[in-house]
C-alpha cells in the first residue's frame, strides 16, 4: 500500500511560483509513474502532469506547458511540481496519484493511489 502526502500548497500572487511536493511512502517499488492532477471549483478533476518513475521520462498537459515542471528524485521517493507563471484559472486543489501499472498515464482512472491534496490559490 502506497501512501502520499502533498505539501507546498498556499496562496500566491498571479505571475508568482510555487513548487508543489509529494512524498510517497510503503510499497514504492511497484510503481510505474506518478502524477498530479487538479479540481477547480465546479469542475472535473483534470490532468496535469505526470512521470515515469524508472526512465524520467514526463508528459504535461497543454494547459500548463511551458510554466509547469514535474520532476522526481527516486532517493526521496518524493516527486515536485514546480509551478511558474501562476495564472487564477490555476487556482484548484491539485492532487499526487501514483499507477503500478503502465498505460494510461494521463487517465486518472488508470491510477492506484492518491493522496489528500494540497491547496492552490492565485489571486489577480
Known amino acids: 500500500q502506497v501512501q502520499l502526502v502533498e505539501s507546498g500548497g498556499r496562496l500566491v500572487q498571479a505571475g508568482g511560483s510555487l513548487r508543489l511536493s509529494c512524498a510517497a511512502s510503503g510499497g514504492t517499488f511497484s510503481m510505474n509513474a506518478m502524477g498530479w492532477f487538479r479540481q477547480a471549483p465546479g469542475k472535473e478533476r483534470e490532468f496535469v502532469a505526470a512521470i515515469s518513475w524508472s526512465s524520467g521520462s514526463t508528459w504535461h498537459s497543454d494547459s500548463v506547458k511551458g510554466r509547469f515542471t514535474i520532476s522526481r528524485d527516486n532517493a526521496k521517493n518524493t516527486v515536485y511540481l514546480q509551478m511558474t507563471s501562476l495564472k487564477p484559472e490555476d487556482t484548484a486543489v491539485y492532487y499526487c496519484?501514483?499507477?503500478?501499472?503502465?498505460?494510461?498515464?494521463?487517465?486518472?482512472?488508470?491510477?492506484?493511489?492518491w493522496g489528500q491534496g494540497t491547496q492552490v490559490t492565485v489571486s489577480s
Open positions: 496519484a501514483a499507477k503500478a501499472r503502465p498505460f494510461g498515464i494521463t487517465e486518472q482512472g488508470k491510477y492506484d493511489y
